[in-house]
């Protein structure tokens, strides 16, 4: 910047330069063009799943939100918000569309996985449950960890349900209180979690 003698009063933007007063004085000082830099199409595709990422996750249940942070405690200076964006970018796709639910992780943890987890359902009413093994090779602590359920139908591909189940490790089953949609996929998420809530398994995915 420099000081004038503005004799003609001048304030504000003049071509390249800018007239501005302080303290009394005139001073201009030149201002520098804004350079357009355009982004690749490598930069373009990942602000735009970027961008579909944090609006799927800005419309999460509290209870997935809260799965997340027990997940987010382990890692130094991560929040909920910043596990869900780090672990599931690549599940989304730049069209502002959900493309790959399977690898989608609501959670992360040293808790056990559930062995041979899978859905049956019943002949004659339809009923769905949710099995696993009851050959668990894991602490005895962890026996009383918590069944954690989220779903996904593929027609509203952005509304995440919490299911509401009670059930534990040694349970082996639970019936869910989902229907069977015909021509149309539904994605659940489990995970377990433990009896003081500060510690979670890794996200299973099972398809009906």
Same mark, same amino acid.
Request: aromatic fraction near 10%; include cysteine; proline fraction near 3%.
């Given at each position: 910047?420099?000081?004038?003698?503005?004799?003609?009063?001048?304030?504000?933007?003049?071509?390249?330069? *800018? *007239?501005?007063?302080?303290?009394?004085?005139?001073?201009?000082?030149?201002?520098?063009? !804004?350079?357009?830099?355009?982004?690749?199409?490598?930069?373009?595709?990942?602000?735009?799943? *970027? !961008?579909?990422?944090?609006?799927?996750?800005?419309?999460?249940?509290?209870?997935?939100?809260?799965?997340?942070?027990?997940?987010?405690?382990?890692?130094?200076?991560?929040?909920?918000?910043?596990?869900?964006?780090?672990?599931?970018?690549?599940?989304?796709?730049?069209?502002?569309?959900?493309?790959?639910?399977?690898?989608?992780? *609501?959670?992360?943890?040293? !808790?056990?996985?559930?062995?041979?987890?899978?859905?049956?359902?019943?002949?004659?009413?339809?009923?769905?449950?949710?099995?696993?093994?009851?050959?668990?090779?894991?602490?005895?602590?962890? !026996?009383?960890?918590?069944?954690?359920?989220?779903?996904?139908?593929?027609?509203?591909?952005?509304?995440?349900?919490?299911?509401?189940?009670?059930?534990?490790?040694?349970?082996?089953?639970?019936?869910?209180?989902?229907?069977?949609?015909?021509?149309?996929?539904?994605?659940?998420?489990?995970?377990?979690?433990?009896?003081?809530?500060?510690?979670?398994?890794?996200?299973?995915?099972?398809?009906?």
């Amino acid at each position: 910047m420099a000081r004038v003698r503005n004799e003609l009063g001048i304030c504000g933007k003049l071509g390249d330069l *800018f *007239f501005y007063r302080r303290d009394g004085k005139d001073y201009v000082k030149r201002i520098g063009k !804004r350079k357009t830099v355009k982004c690749s199409e490598e930069q373009w595709r990942h602000r735009m799943r *970027f !961008r579909t990422a944090a609006k799927f996750a800005s419309r999460l249940p509290e209870e997935v939100r809260h799965v997340l942070d027990v997940a987010a405690a382990s890692r130094r200076g991560w929040s909920g918000q910043t596990f869900f964006m780090k672990q599931n970018l690549k599940a989304f796709h730049p069209d502002g569309t959900l493309k790959d639910p399977e690898a989608l992780q *609501f959670s992360d943890g040293l !808790r056990g996985w559930a062995y041979m987890l899978r859905v049956e359902t019943h002949e004659g009413n339809g009923q769905l449950t949710l099995c696993w093994s009851d050959e668990l090779d894991v602490d005895e602590a962890e !026996r009383q960890d918590r069944l954690v359920v989220f779903a996904i139908r593929e027609r509203l591909s952005f509304q995440v349900e919490v299911v509401n189940v009670t059930a534990t490790r040694e349970d082996g089953q639970v019936e869910l209180p989902l229907e069977k949609e015909e021509g149309s996929l539904t994605h659940l998420f489990c995970c377990w979690m433990a009896p003081d809530g500060k510690s979670v398994s890794p996200t299973q995915h099972v398809a009906i």
